[in-house]
């Protein structure tokens, strides 16, 4: 499929870019996360958003296949060495917690749930579409609670209607508040959840699998 012949609503209700979204790095590279005490989300909060307040921005971005530093973290992403997940899938929006997510084409509630643990999703739902005869999946991670009381599996939802929010932590899965953004070709069969991160030696399959989001956040001019 062609995603840029269609009619998308952003994500968060507005394009993302250059005058209102700061584009942040979590690769080993960026000198600034030694400091971190990352197990402590409260000293990893300080660091996202001081970086957007610093630049007067509403939105960090960024994260798509990024090879990250900061899944250290946590054990949900450490199996083994060989296993070791860090290669991010979606793109990650920091912003504040109770702001507006969007459904960003027509579509239904394919399923939900709250993917508790430290580094988790968190409260988690899943999107189905279909357009032009294909079936696909937007995945919305790191929500709040109660975004999930009043949902029923099928329920229909407009492009640009507004259905969930970015939840605050430790209930997002203990991470600053951010949306993670996911668009999956395939679920495999997966309910209310679907690996957001991979391992190096699955790179290939979940790279065809999770295609570029940008376009669903208007970042596709970046």
Known sequence: MNWNNLSIFPVMGEQLSTQNSLLLDFTAGNA??????????SSFDAFVFQQLHRAGKT?????????????????????S???FRNIHLGIDIWTAAG?????????????FQDNEGFGNYGPTIILEHQVEGQ??????????????????????????????????????????PHLH????????????????????????????NCPDPSIFL???EH
């Open 181 to 208: 953004f996911q668009l999956i070709r395939d679920l495999e069969g997966k309910w209310g959840d679907y690996p957001g991160v991979a391992a190096e030696k699955e790179l290939d399959f979940y790279a065809q």
């Open 81 to 83: 060495q060989e296993d």
């Open 59 to 79: 939105y960090g971005h960024g994260g798509y296949l990024e090879k990250r530093d900061i899944y250290r973290r946590s054990e949900v992403f450490a199996t």
């Open 32 to 41: 600034g996360l030694r400091s971190v005490d990352l197990s402590d989300t």
């Open 218 to 220: 208007g970042l596709n």
């Open 135 to 176: 079936l696909f999946y937007t995945l919305y991670g790191h929500l709040q609670c109660e975004d999930l009381q009043s949902l029923e599996v099928g329920q229909v939802l407009r492009a640009g209607e507004a259905f969930c929010q970015v939840g605050p932590y430790p209930e997002n899965g203990d991470w600053p």
């Open 99 to 111: 702001s507006p997510i969007f459904a960003p084409l027509d579509g239904k509630v394919h399923s």
